[in-house]
């Protein structure tokens, strides 16, 4: 059975977003200056126990959470389709691992962003799911040439532990950062499908996990050195992870994965809450 934050059938990312909506509603949302949040993932392989699209599925499900907790605090927000169109390099080399040109993801983020404008919305929220070196340099083009151009006041949110490895400052007008809570101890490193998010999918999209599958992956042990070779990508990563995951999936629960999306959606709606006041302070990124 499906968790009522899922849905029924458990695939559909068009749920509680805009895709369900009419124009009405839209420039009806756009006249009472609604926030737009906007996920944005890509389709690539997550071992073989979960589908291409578990970095659209957490950006959807951490995106709804984040819609519940600023309407608890009287904040009105709607959800953009979600965005998959992004670039992949550490598991290019398996099959389903699309990826897109740099100028491909920046041009249709843009023009997301535009369109947006276009209807009158003020400000967008972005929270991303993948965080590839190329993605990642790609959406902070897209933010950045989007507000330059189109006025559109973009925001993506992004925990510290994520800006100091992306060497943020914290003073990027276009960044919101919270503090990240500390990750649950484990004796393995995990990077890709991993329990994190071998154990969202099992508590939100129960059946979209292989589970007997799931069952006889062992721990990959893999080390900083493997990291650094994994990262790649391509041929060098599949050799690290030649099954396509890095981390001990199997050790995966449901309720982990349901606090780690609470608590994203908590930190993340609190942090736009204080931007909103007035009140946001970036934390020290040391």
């Not at 009405?24 to 979960?50: F, S, T």
């Not at 983020?109 to 929270?127: N, Y």
Request: hydrophobic share 40%; proline share 6%.
């Amino acid at each position: 059975m499906m968790h009522p934050e899922g849905n029924a059938k458990g695939y559909s990312i068009f749920e509680d977003t805009m895709a369900d909506m009419t124009y009405l509603q839209i420039e009806e949302a756009a006249r009472e200056k609604n926030l737009v949040l906007l996920p944005v993932g890509l389709m690539e392989e997550h071992g073989p126990h979960l589908p291409l699209a578990v970095d659209v599925y957490g950006a959807y499900i951490n995106t709804r959470r984040v819609k519940v907790e600023l309407e608890k605090s009287g904040i009105k927000s709607l959800i953009a389709p979600p965005f998959y169109w992004g670039m992949n390099n550490a598991t290019a080399s398996f099959a389903g691992s699309f990826t897109v040109r740099e100028e491909t993801m920046v041009n249709l983020l843009w023009d997301m962003m535009a369109s947006l404008k276009r209807w009158g919305f003020e400000r967008a929220f972005i929270i991303n799911h993948h965080y590839d070196e190329d993605h990642t340099r790609a959406l902070k083009t897209a933010i950045q040439k989007a507000r330059l151009d189109t006025g559109l006041r973009v925001y993506w949110i992004i925990g510290d532990f994520l800006a100091k490895k992306f060497r943020f400052t914290g003073r990027e007008p276009y960044l919101l950062i919270y503090e990240a809570p500390p990750a649950p101890s484990s004796e393995q490193m995990e990077i890709h499908a991993d329990s994190y998010e071998t154990g969202f999918m099992m508590h939100y999209f129960t059946g979209l996990v292989d589970l007997e599958i799931l069952k006889s992956l062992k721990p990959t042990g893999l080390t900083l050195q493997d990291l650094m070779v994994w990262r790649q990508g391509w041929d060098d990563a599949r050799k690290v992870t030649p099954l396509g995951f890095f981390g001990d999936p199997a050790s995966a629960t449901p309720g982990q994965g349901r606090d780690s999306v609470e608590g994203f959606g908590k930190a993340a709606a609190e942090v736009i809450e204080r931007f909103l006041q007035g009140k946001y302070r970036p934390p020290e990124l040391k």
